[in-house]
């Protein structure tokens, strides 16, 4: 599970390792019509990023990534971010193994709302 470690009261400093984005996946999987948007946008936009860089917040993506985490990061003024890249390379993969289905769910749940 991540790690995270309130440095005070406006930062924290987050850890998360390959077995994070393995969890993040399975997460996006059991619930992907709740998630279907997050994993369309986070398969999407992350070779913008170059993968490593990417920003969970840049695209409103970040409430997988916060489930993960057990706290709320904006709660927050600033925080860090320490992840290997075997992290973001297996979100990106499990990302694309869903994206398919995840893309056809946001479709019609955009259709539902419009």
């Not at 996006?28 to 490593?52: G, N």
């Not at 709320?72 to 971010?81: E, G, I, N, R, V």
């Amino acid at each position: 599970m991540a790690k995270v470690d309130i440095v005070d009261d406006r930062t924290i400093a987050i850890q998360v390792t390959l077995e994070d984005a393995i969890s993040m996946v399975q997460e996006a999987s059991r619930q992907l019509d709740e998630y279907a948007s997050e994993v369309v946008t986070i398969y999407e936009k992350m070779p913008e990023f170059h993968y490593t860089y990417f920003c969970f917040y840049a695209y409103d993506s970040a409430r997988l990534f916060e489930c993960m985490l057990g706290v709320d990061p904006k709660a927050y003024t600033s925080f860090s971010l320490d992840a290997p890249d075997a992290f973001f390379y297996s979100l990106y993969g499990g990302m694309a193994g869903l994206y398919a289905s995840a893309k056809r769910i946001a479709s019609e749940n955009d259709s539902r709302r419009s």
